[in-house]
């Protein structure tokens, strides 16, 4: 059954309350050129108004983080999963050296609220803007003062946005198959292992665990891939279970919710790649599965 938080992500416009989301505020002459050696992708070409997404990764090439970093006139917004908060800040501010750099966690400061869906296009925006989603849908976030929040709320509301919970934006984002760190992705994955090469440019310059990502590119395979699946049925399978294709195990469930749009369990899963091909014959939790092409 349909709830109204689902229908809005999918039809109309969902307010999320991200303020739990960790926010560190990088400013200083030399903001660009320490994020643009300690992530992914190409910090330094950022002009104010512009996100990107990016990851950090360790010298072995693991992913320790995803970030969506945003950029002002004069200081860098990066945006970050709750639970990597106080990691991500200590693993910069262990890099500053003779850099002009400062940064500030301003979580506590700040509230985070996104709308996402087809319509959140003509929804109206206030504070620091970022071009980022949660869900895969059309969207928007914004950073305002912690004391804005009510009538930023109030505002998106009377504007015809309807709040979203937790498991109507897990569903979605399933159904769109965006990974989320932490459940889909954790810091025991390399880069491409995850499919989210929207994280990296090849062209840049020198990063952290850039020589790892660069040799698994080179020799142009990985073991295993997180991949989109369609689960018949309504049982959702917890994290871990088991994928299999007859007798062979083919990967584990990483996320999965339960889908009223399509009538079925959307789910990611690292495969063997092998078996990321139609037809595979795959089974879940005895139901039936298949894989769902990137599109």
Same mark, same amino acid.
């Given at each position: 059954?349909?709830? *109204?938080?689902? +229908?809005?992500?999918?039809?109309?416009?969902?307010?999320?309350?991200?303020?739990?989301?960790? =926010?560190?505020?990088?400013?200083?002459?030399?903001? &660009?050129?320490?994020?643009?050696?300690?992530?992914? @992708?190409?910090?330094?070409?950022?002009?104010?108004?512009?996100?990107?997404?990016?990851?950090?990764?360790?010298?072995?090439?693991?992913? +320790?983080?995803?970030?969506?970093?945003?950029?002002?006139?004069? %200081?860098?917004?990066? !945006?970050?999963?709750?639970?990597? =908060?106080?990691?991500? %800040?200590?693993?910069?501010? &262990?890099?500053?050296?003779?850099? !002009?750099?400062?940064?500030?966690?301003?979580?506590?400061?700040?509230?985070?609220?996104?709308?996402?869906? *087809?319509?959140?296009?003509?929804?109206? &925006?206030?504070?620091?803007?970022?071009?980022?989603?949660?869900?895969? +849908?059309?969207? %928007?976030?914004?950073?305002?003062?912690?004391?804005?929040?009510?009538?930023?709320?109030?505002?998106?509301?009377?504007? #015809?946005?309807?709040?979203? $919970?937790?498991?109507?934006?897990?569903?979605?984002?399933?159904?769109?198959?965006?990974?989320?760190?932490?459940?889909?992705?954790? !810091?025991? @994955?390399?880069?491409?292992? $995850?499919?989210?090469?929207?994280?990296? @440019?090849?062209?840049?310059?020198?990063?952290?665990?850039?020589?790892?990502?660069?040799?698994?590119?080179?020799?142009?395979?990985? @073991?295993?891939?997180?991949?989109?699946? =369609?689960?018949?049925?309504?049982?959702?399978?917890?994290?871990?279970? &088991?994928?299999?294709?007859?007798?062979?195990?083919?990967?584990?469930?990483?996320?999965?919710?339960? $889908?009223?749009?399509?009538?079925?369990?959307?789910?990611?899963?690292?495969? =063997?790649?092998?078996?990321?091909? *139609?037809?595979? #014959?795959?089974?879940?939790?005895?139901?039936?599965?298949?894989?769902? +092409?990137?599109?």
């Amino acid at each position: 059954m349909s709830t *109204p938080g689902y +229908q809005a992500l999918r039809e109309g416009a969902a307010i999320l309350d991200l303020s739990a989301r960790g =926010r560190i505020r990088a400013s200083g002459e030399d903001r &660009k050129r320490l994020l643009h050696a300690m992530t992914t @992708n190409h910090v330094q070409q950022l002009e104010p108004g512009q996100t990107i997404y990016a990851f950090f990764l360790n010298a072995q090439g693991r992913i +320790q983080a995803d970030v969506w970093i945003h950029a002002e006139e004069d %200081f860098l917004l990066l !945006d970050v999963e709750p639970e990597v =908060r106080e990691k991500v %800040f200590a693993h910069l501010d &262990k890099f500053i050296i003779a850099d !002009d750099v400062t940064l500030e966690d301003v979580t506590a400061l700040t509230a985070e609220i996104a709308v996402e869906g *087809p319509n959140a296009v003509a929804m109206p &925006k206030r504070g620091v803007v970022l071009d980022a989603s949660v869900t895969g +849908q059309p969207a %928007f976030r914004m950073v305002v003062p912690v004391e804005e929040l009510a009538p930023l709320l109030q505002q998106l509301q009377a504007a #015809g946005g309807v709040p979203a $919970s937790t498991e109507e934006v897990r569903a979605v984002r399933l159904e769109n198959g965006v990974p989320r760190f932490g459940e889909d992705i954790t !810091d025991g @994955n390399l880069v491409q292992e $995850s499919q989210q090469l929207q994280a990296v @440019n090849f062209n840049k310059g020198c990063y952290l665990g850039q020589e790892i990502v660069e040799r698994v590119r080179s020799r142009g395979q990985v @073991n295993r891939l997180l991949t989109r699946l =369609r689960i018949e049925g309504s049982t959702v399978p917890p994290a871990g279970e &088991k994928v299999m294709a007859g007798d062979q195990e083919a990967g584990a469930v990483t996320s999965a919710a339960y $889908s009223p749009a399509e009538g079925c369990v959307r789910a990611l899963a690292y495969l =063997r790649a092998k078996f990321i091909v *139609p037809g595979a #014959g795959l089974v879940v939790g005895g139901a039936a599965a298949e894989v769902v +092409q990137q599109g």
